[in-house]
């Protein structure tokens, strides 16, 4: 049975960084995604990386600041957040894109597209 453990998440001061880390419990031969989730809003993509790990989607308001990698042997899909701001504070969620290699297409950002989910981080970032 599939299972995705998220960790890394914390509090932090504005430009901060976090690494956060998805483990899964199989070899994922898809893309996958990080999503977040704040209080009161909807699930949003934040970035997604193809199943060989050389193409990357990200949210435009994290680019620049947001990296996404994968490492296969250890089953890790990673996401460096740098220069942190108050309003990325959020559960983080990694998914599955079940069916889907790559990060094109119009659903890339859709939660809907995505089958499997671990528990969620927090990240706070406050002074």
């Known amino acids: 049975q599939l299972q995705l453990v998220e960790s890394g998440g914390g509090l932090v001061p504005p430009g901060g960084s976090l690494r956060l880390s998805c483990t899964t419990s199989?070899?994922?031969?898809?893309?996958m995604g990080w999503f977040r989730q704040a209080p009161g809003k909807d699930r949003e993509g934040v970035a997604c990386?193809?199943?060989?790990?050389?193409?990357?989607k990200y949210l435009h308001s994290v680019r620049g600041r947001f990296t996404i990698s994968r490492d296969d042997a250890k089953k890790t899909v990673s996401l460096q957040m740098n220069s942190l701001e108050p309003e990325d504070t959020a559960v983080y969620f990694c998914?599955?894109?079940?069916?889907?290699?790559?990060?094109?297409?119009?659903?890339?950002?859709?939660?809907?597209?995505?089958?499997?989910w671990g528990q969620g981080t927090q990240v706070t970032v406050s002074s």
């Open positions: 998914g599955v894109r079940v069916g889907w290699h790559t990060c094109n297409g119009a659903t890339a950002f859709t939660s809907k597209s995505y089958l499997h």
């Open positions: 199989l070899v994922m031969d898809y893309a």
């Open positions: 990386i193809s199943n060989d790990g050389l193409a990357t």
